[in-house]
């Protein structure tokens, strides 16, 4: 059966007949006169080959198939409800709404702390989801099971929205007292020394790799991990030398007092970027949230040399289609 046959007025006049079980207490429940009940009455009966309510004494009781549909016909009339219930303007002070987010480690490791600190102060009662970056990350944006994607910039998924979070520059991290630290960081002394690098899908080699090639230089990678919060951990009690986004490495820095020189390798930066889909571009609540993640990104110190850094605002980006 088509639903286009069905007059849906019908549905909760239905509604209000099995719960009252009258049709004068089902007029006033649902605010019409007592005739226009009744006619509802009669198209239902016809309609289902079924009398619904019947008389017993000086009562009206449900037959057995109208007790059959009085949970089917409860659950229509809250769906429908829910279909024309106004939206609610977003409080972030009073939503407890849930925002589900994908990102790189290095993502969550500068955006979630001040974004924790923006929530505690403006949205108490707002939760996080925060999981890593899977392979289907566009069909689950577009299907609405996530909510945003932090990570780097790239092309922008079919119905999804993206914005630029971030430039990043490379730099290099290392142990205060390092070798390397009490001389000017040269491309020959920076391929001497031994490497720490950050490597999510296993690769032994990077971008830099092939630029000191280019100039007939190697470095030797002595240690690969998956993640970056182990790296300011290996480095100070190492030898080892990372490099890394300046941003990653003002947050690495001031947990352990590392030092920070610039990368004696000119290799292009990359784009951090925040991916929605576009169903969500009215939604107020993922509004604010955007609006969130760029405060949070554009107060996190970015690392000068030598030390752990100093702040640096962005302008939010613009937003480009997929």
């Known amino acids: 059966m088509r639903l286009q046959s069905v007059d849906t007025h019908l549905?909760?006049?239905?509604?209000a007949l099995l719960q009252e079980k009258s049709v004068t207490r089902a007029a006033r429940r649902v605010g019409v006169t007592q005739p226009s009940m009744s006619h509802a009455l009669s198209r239902l009966r016809a309609h289902f080959g079924d009398p619904l309510l019947v008389q017993v004494g000086r009562q009206m009781t449900l037959s057995a198939r109208a007790r059959d549909l009085t949970p089917r016909a409860a659950e229509a009339v809250e769906r429908l409800e829910q279909v024309f219930r106004p939206v609610e303007r977003f409080d972030p002070g009073r939503s407890r709404r849930m925002f589900?987010?994908?990102a790189t480690d290095n993502l969550e490791l500068l955006v979630l702390p001040p974004l924790t600190r923006l929530l505690a102060a403006e949205a108490p009662h707002v939760n996080l989801r925060c999981r890593n970056i899977p392979a289907d990350f566009a069909e689950l944006l577009r299907r609405g099971e996530l909510d945003a994607k932090l990570g780097r910039g790239g092309p922008v998924p079919d119905g999804c929205r993206s914005t630029l979070l971030v430039a990043e520059q490379l730099v290099c991290v290392m142990r205060r007292g390092h070798p390397a630290s009490r001389k000017a960081l040269t491309a020959a002394r920076y391929a001497a020394c031994e490497h720490l690098?950050?490597?999510?899908?296993?690769?032994?080699?990077s971008?830099?790799?092939?630029?000191?090639?280019?100039?007939g230089l190697r470095r030797r990678?002595?240690?690969?991990?998956?993640?970056?919060?182990?790296?300011?951990?290996?480095?100070?009690?190492?030898d080892l030398l990372l490099t890394v986004s300046a941003r990653v490495a003002g947050a690495l820095a001031r947990k352990l007092d590392l030092v920070v020189r610039p990368c004696p390798v000119e290799i292009k930066g990359y784009t951090l970027t925040l991916v929605w889909p576009e169903r969500s571009e009215g939604d107020e609540g993922h509004r604010w949230l955007r609006g969130a993640i760029e405060r949070a990104v554009a107060c996190e110190p970015v690392a000068g040399p030598g030390a752990a850094g100093t702040v640096r605002k962005r302008a939010p980006g613009r937003a480009e289609r997929g």
């Open 207 to 215: 971008v830099i790799d092939r630029e000191l090639a280019a100039r």
């Open 197 to 205: 690098m950050v490597s999510p899908h296993g690769e032994d080699h």
């Open 221 to 238: 990678v002595t240690l690969t991990v998956s993640h970056f919060l182990v790296a300011p951990f290996i480095l100070s009690g190492s």
């Open 100 to 102: 589900r987010l994908v």
């Open 11 to 15: 549905v909760v006049a239905l509604h």
